[in-house]
Nanobody, 121 residues
Framework: QVQLVESGGGLVQAGGSLRLSCAAS????????MGWFRQAPGKEREFVAA????????YYADSVKGRFTISRDNVRNTVYLQMNSLKPEDTAVYYC??????????????WGQGTQVTVSS
């Protein structure tokens, strides 16, 4: 079992940066593919980024490639999402997810409660 708690969301101007954190509890955290999804108002939840257990293999949605970076610290049981050059269309609730499927990148069973990111123009 893995429990996930996100933090780091907030309000930022377009072009700015935020770093989201996802703290995980559970001894098996380090074995899971971890990722981030987001859901904007009136839209379906969509994949944003994921990384393998060591953080050496990463996956990104085309819309965030080159702007967002996912990383993890298995000692601190934490996954990060560094978001740079933010755009108003990045506004959404961001969710941490554990145990994603490879190669489909479908979400796993473990979700955090979400953290709001709002980018003003």
């Amino acid at each position: 079992q893995v429990q996930l708690v996100e933090s780091g969301g907030g309000l930022v101007q377009a072009g700015g940066s935020l770093r989201l954190s996802c703290a995980a509890s559970g001894r098996t955290f380090k074995y899971y593919l971890m990722g981030w999804f987001r859901q904007a108002p009136g839209k379906e939840r969509e994949f944003v980024a994921a990384c393998n257990w060591s953080g050496t293999t990463t996956y990104y949605a085309d819309s965030v490639k080159g702007r967002f970076t996912i990383s993890r610290d298995n000692v601190r049981n934490t996954v990060y999402l560094q978001m740079n050059s933010l755009k108003p269309e990045d506004t959404a609730v961001y969710y941490c997810n554990g145990d994603l499927n490879i190669p489909t990148l479908r979400p796993g069973d473990y979700w955090g409660q979400g953290t709001q990111v709002t980018v003003s123009s």
